[in-house]
Nanobody, 117 residues
C-alpha cells in the first residue's frame, strides 16, 4: 500500500507564498508521476501541476509562472512552491501518485490552502 503525507497548507494573504510537501511511503515505486490537484466545494478536482520521475512537468494555465513543482526522488517527495497567491487559489490541495506498475492513482488526505484578499 502507498501512503501519502501532505503538509504545508494554511492561511496566507493575497500576494503571499506557501510551500506544500507530499512524502510517499509504503509500497511507493521509485518510477512514478506525482502531482497536486485542488478542489473547492461543489466542484471537481482539478490538476494544478504534475511531475514525472524523469522531471517532466505540466501545469494548469491558471498557475503557470506562479507555482513551481519539484521533487526529491531519493525521498520520494514532491513539493509545490506557490507564489503570488490569489484568493481564487483557495482550495483543498491533494497530492497524487500514479504508479505505472499497478496502473493506480493514490491520493493524500488533502491540505487546506486559504488565501485572503
Amino acid at each position: 500500500q502507498v501512503q501519502l503525507e501532505e503538509s504545508g497548507g494554511g492561511l496566507v494573504q493575497a500576494g503571499g507564498s506557501l510551500r506544500l510537501s507530499c512524502a510517499a511511503s509504503g509500497s511507493a515505486p521509485s518510477i512514478n508521476t506525482m502531482g497536486w490537484y485542488r478542489q473547492t466545494p461543489g466542484k471537481q478536482r482539478d490538476l494544478v501541476a504534475i511531475i514525472s520521475s524523469g522531471g517532466t512537468t505540466n501545469y494548469a494555465d491558471s498557475v503557470k509562472g506562479r507555482f513551481t513543482i519539484s521533487r526529491d526522488s531519493a525521498k520520494n517527495t514532491v513539493y509545490l512552491q506557490m507564489n503570488s497567491l490569489k484568493p481564487e487559489d483557495t482550495a483543498v490541495y491533494y497530492c497524487k501518485l500514479y504508479s505505472p506498475y499497478t496502473n493506480r492513482d493514490y491520493w493524500g488526505q488533502g491540505t487546506q490552502v486559504t488565501v485572503s484578499s
